[in-house]
């Protein structure tokens, strides 16, 4: 399967790369963070009769952009989970083509209205300074993990956004034996 960034302009494409790139390294990177975080708990704790202060707050926080860069990576692959039986029933391309476009609306008009309230709540956050809302021990500020909600939102936004897009330029298309045919 070719990227998405395969079929834009070298323009959108470039910085598109870019930041694709950057969170494939994130989430990579926060997986791994949480491996050896774990793993060093077990040993402190159990190995040593110590502990490690405060972890689940940072932990807490570079895993909510890992989880959500890690679901707009999986958007922009297509690859979240459907339950689309009209993909398997329908035959006609026209049909195909338009139940992909409903698809694709509806996927829209909800990722617009989740990001919007996103955004909500991280500007009622930011407004809400010096009184941020924080972790415990560590201080981390609440706007921290929900701007990864945010961002990871809006990054599946934009994604669906450049599937659909190029889903009206493809158009409807005909069986391949009927290509052949005429």
Same mark, same amino acid.
């Given at each position: 399967m070719?990227?998405?960034?395969? %079929?834009?302009?070298?323009?959108? $494409?470039?910085?598109?790369r870019a930041v +694709?790139? !950057?969170? %494939?390294? #994130?989430? $990579?990177?926060?997986? +791994? +963070?949480? $491996?050896?975080? #774990? *793993?060093a708990?077990?040993?402190?704790?159990?190995?040593?009769?110590?502990?490690? *202060? $405060?972890?689940?707050?940072?932990?807490? @926080?570079?895993? !909510?952009?890992? !989880? #959500?860069?890690g679901a707009a990576l999986a958007a922009e692959k297509k690859s979240h989970v459907n339950a689309d039986i009209l993909g398997v029933v329908l035959k006609n391309p026209k049909l195909i083509w338009w139940r992909g476009m409903i698809v694709y609306v509806i996927? #829209?008009?909800?990722? @617009?209205?989740?990001v919007y309230w996103c955004y909500l709540a991280v500007a009622s956050e930011m407004a809400a300074y010096p009184l941020w809302e924080s972790?415990? @021990? +560590?201080?981390?500020?609440?706007? *921290?993990?929900r701007s990864a909600i945010l961002v990871g939102f !809006?990054?599946?936004?934009?994604?669906?956004?450049?599937?659909m897009v190029l889903h009206i330029i493809d158009g409807p298309q005909a069986p391949e034996d009927q290509n052949l045919e005429g």
């Open positions: 070719t990227e998405i960034v395969d %079929r834009l302009p070298d323009g959108a $494409a470039r910085p598109l +694709l790139q !950057f969170m %494939r390294i #994130f989430v $990579a990177l926060g997986g +791994l +963070l949480m $491996a050896v975080t #774990f *793993f708990v077990v040993i402190v704790r159990y190995g040593f009769s110590g502990n490690l *202060f $405060a972890y689940e707050e940072w932990l807490l @926080a570079i895993s !909510f952009w890992t !989880f #959500f860069l996927e #829209f008009l909800i990722g @617009a209205y989740i972790t415990t @021990a +560590l201080k981390i500020p609440a706007v *921290f993990p !809006f990054m599946m936004l934009v994604f669906n956004t450049i599937y």
